[in-house]
């Protein structure tokens, strides 16, 4: 990323995949939660974040995608508080993009309690995703 400006919160940066399977990688900066309190401006920056990688996947003609837990590690933005702004944002972009060239969205992560977490929110997302 160095070729790049460095992002501000809430945005993202689409490169090539190189050698991965994927065809690109989408790098996006989420909130930094200070003090362990998540304020409204921390929910909205998650939200943003969220919303710029699944318009930059549609923007590269990308198919699917694979969001993980954005901002949970070293970022301390509590899980499930995350997993619901990720699972919401994911919502309303299938509700809204009817011609998006997006038709998977996977909610996925390293840390299995947060892959836990994000089946849990994300039950209805499958039955409601109709691009």
């Known amino acids: 990323?160095?070729?790049?400006?460095?992002?501000?919160t809430g945005q993202c940066v689409v490169m090539d995949g190189h050698n991965l399977s994927a065809k690109h990688v989408i790098h996006t900066v989420g909130?930094?939660?200070r003090g362990g309190r998540v304020t409204s401006q921390d929910e909205s920056d998650l939200a943003a974040a969220v919303s710029a990688v699944l318009s930059a996947a549609a923007?590269?003609?990308?198919?699917?995608?694979?969001?993980?837990?954005?901002?949970?590690?070293?970022?301390?933005?509590?899980?499930?508080?995350?997993?619901?702004?990720?699972v919401r944002v994911c919502r309303?972009?299938?509700?809204?993009?009817q011609d998006t060239s997006l038709r998977s969205i996977l909610l996925i992560d390293i840390d299995q309690s947060k892959v836990d977490a994000l089946r849990q929110e994300e039950g209805?997302?499958?039955?409601?995703w109709q691009p």
Request: glycine share 8%; net charge positive; hydrophobic share 45%.
């Open 1 to 8: 990323m160095a070729s790049h400006p460095a992002l501000k």
């Open 59 to 86: 923007g590269a003609g990308a198919v699917s995608i694979a969001i993980p837990c954005i901002s949970t590690g070293i970022f301390g933005f509590p899980v499930q508080s995350a997993c619901d702004i990720i």
């Open 124 to 128: 209805s997302l499958r039955v409601n």
């Open 92 to 97: 309303e972009y299938c509700a809204c993009s």
């Open 31 to 33: 909130p930094r939660v």
